[in-house]
């Protein structure tokens, strides 16, 4: 299961790191207890958005379009596993008729 990091400790990892250029990104890692991959995608996000982390944290979307996405294939999963319920009741009666 992935750990979720808040947009203060994003930034404050990045600034941890340019704080103590003695230490290796690797270090740096392990003293925060993230992964390297973790590290650099912060680092390429500060990047692309002013030296900030972009954040997205859980039930926070982008924009209204992703939203209504991430609220459709719910509605759309519950949807399917309903109609696994009902096809496998539907199987239960059929065999207590036989």
């Known amino acids: 299961m992935s ?3 808040d947009e203060k400790f994003k930034n404050d990892a ?3 790191r340019k704080n103590h ?3 290796s990104v690797s270090a740096v890692c392990r003293n925060l207890g993230i992964s390297l991959p ?4 912060w ?6 958005n002013d ?3 972009k954040h997205v944290g859980s039930g926070n979307y982008a924009n209204d379009q992703e939203k209504e996405i991430a609220e ?6 519950n949807s399917q596993d309903a109609l696994k319920i009902l096809k496998k009741a539907m199987g ?7």
């Not at 973790?38 to 995608?41: G, I, P, S, V």
């Not at 459709?72 to 999963?77: D, G, T």
């Open 72 to 77: 459709l294939k719910r509605e759309l999963k």
């Open 21 to 23: 250029p003695e230490l």
């Open 43 to 48: 680092k390429k996000s500060a990047k692309e």
């Open 14 to 16: 990045l600034e941890y």
């Open 38 to 41: 973790t590290y650099y995608l």
């Open 3 to 5: 750990k979720k990091y």
């Open 92 to 98: 239960i009666l059929a065999k207590e008729e036989q």
């Open 51 to 53: 030296g900030q982390v």
